[in-house]
């Protein structure tokens, strides 16, 4: 067990409605960061946040959005559901020591867009 | 050019077997590298993190490095059932991103 824990764990959605994602993070990691993961490939970085604040982005559109609480737990907000955005969404919370940074993933949450 | 590249599986090995793991990398800043391990349906479990050039134990597992070859393995030694996974190369070259290969399914045969 990582500490990393998502909800819903499985989700079935309509093309063209609204999803929101959540995660909490492991105690003490301040740094949350989000991955999309299609069948048989790796996972891909979506953006994370640090301090309630998104410091870095992938190559997602912007109707992938995110947020971050002071208690350092995120939500993921997906508009306009599209049928390839059907993937199993990753959230990984981040630990630092000195230069050295490990990431934990939560159980995921599977969406199903039909 | 794919950031992370892994050889392509499946890889299928005897129980006992070693499993050999291969992954490069394309950009030469990367200084964090990671195997984590993906059981069909769940998600990744961290089970290594190396950052210098050179082997680093654990366990069964051992990690190999080479940054001037761009190039990060993993050796599975004594390989069980219970080995049995997706196993996915992740570097981290900024700050932030985690780049992630497709993976490689490994198959160790009873």
């Known amino acids: 067990e990582t500490g990393v824990t998502q909800s819903p764990t499985h989700l079935i959605k309509t093309r063209g409605q609204q999803v929101t994602l959540r995660c909490s993070s492991q105690?003490?990691?301040?740094?949350v960061s989000w991955y999309q993961q299609a069948l048989g490939q790796g996972p891909q970085f979506i953006f994370q946040?640090?301090?309630?604040?998104?410091?870095g982005r992938g190559n997602f559109p912007p109707r992938f959005s995110g947020l971050q609480f002071p208690n350092y737990s995120s939500e993921l907000n997906v508009n306009a559901l599209e049928l390839d955005d059907s993937a199993l969404y990753l959230c990984a919370s981040s630990k630092t020591t000195g230069d050295r940074t490990e990431a934990f993933f939560g159980q995921g949450t599977r969406l199903t867009v039909v | 050019q794919k950031e992370v590249e892994q050889n392509s599986g499946p890889l299928s090995v005897p129980e006992g077997a070693i499993a050999s793991l291969n992954c490069t990398y394309s950009?030469?800043?990367?200084?964090?590298f990671f195997w984590y391990r993906q059981y069909s349906g769940k998600s990744p479990e961290l089970i290594m993190s190396?950052?210098?050039?050179g082997d680093k134990e654990d366990g069964r597992f051992t990690a190999q490095l080479n940054k001037a070859s761009q190039y990060v393995s993993l050796l599975i030694r004594d390989s069980q059932p219970s080995d049995s996974a997706t196993y996915l190369c992740a570097v981290r070259s900024n700050d932030y991103k985690l780049s992630f290969g497709a993976g490689t399914t490994v198959t160790v045969r009873a």
């Open positions: 105690s003490g990691h301040n740094t």
């Open positions: 946040y640090y301090r309630e604040e998104e410091n």
């Open positions: 950009d030469r800043g990367s200084q964090s």
């Open positions: 190396i950052y210098s050039n």
